[in-house]
């Protein structure tokens, strides 16, 4: 049976690689989702990555995982610390769902320390550039194909 995770992220993340390469790195989108499908054919994962600056669509496509994914990674950008609308799809999810920051939140201002998604996340990555995105993957692999 095939596995697919589905990698979300939130807004503003589609300008990855274009501004604050001191705090996000000099890595695009398009960089993390080359590389991680790469990386996903070695693991015997599928993956597809989605990008949105609109938090409903970012719930859409939460539902969509319902059917589509037997796991989710998340980096749901500023939406972490105020949505709950987001913690709430992903509590209707059943498999496991990691939660990725690019940046150590907690080494940033106070309002980045709280994240709703944490509530839910199974585990969290912050602070290891882009390359948290296959670390994540990596544990997903772990969880949905090894284990
Ligand atoms: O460190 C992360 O991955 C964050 O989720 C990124 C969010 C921020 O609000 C969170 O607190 C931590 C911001 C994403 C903005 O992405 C940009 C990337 C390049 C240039 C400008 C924004």
């Known amino acids: ?58 719930i859409d496509q939460i539902h969509t995982a319902r059917q589509a994914a037997q796991g989710i990674i998340i980096n749901p950008a500023a939406f972490t610390h105020t949505s709950v609308a987001i913690l709430d799809a992903l509590n209707a999810f059943d498999g496991p769902v990691i939660e990725v920051h690019i940046s150590n939140v907690h080494k940033r201002e106070a309002f980045r320390h709280h994240s709703y998604v944490s509530l839910r996340a199974d585990g969290v990555i912050a602070g290891l550039g882009v390359e948290g995105y296959a670390l994540a993957l990596r544990r997903m692999a772990t969880l949905l194909v090894r284990g």
């Open 1 to 58: 049976m095939s596995v697919t995770v589905h990698i979300l992220n939130g807004p503003n993340l589609n300008l990855l690689g274009q501004r604050e390469p001191e705090i996000y790195g000099a890595d695009t989108l398009d960089d993390v989702a080359q590389r991680c499908t790469t990386l996903a054919q070695t693991l015997g994962l599928n993956v597809a990555l989605f990008q949105s600056n609109h938090e409903g669509v970012i």
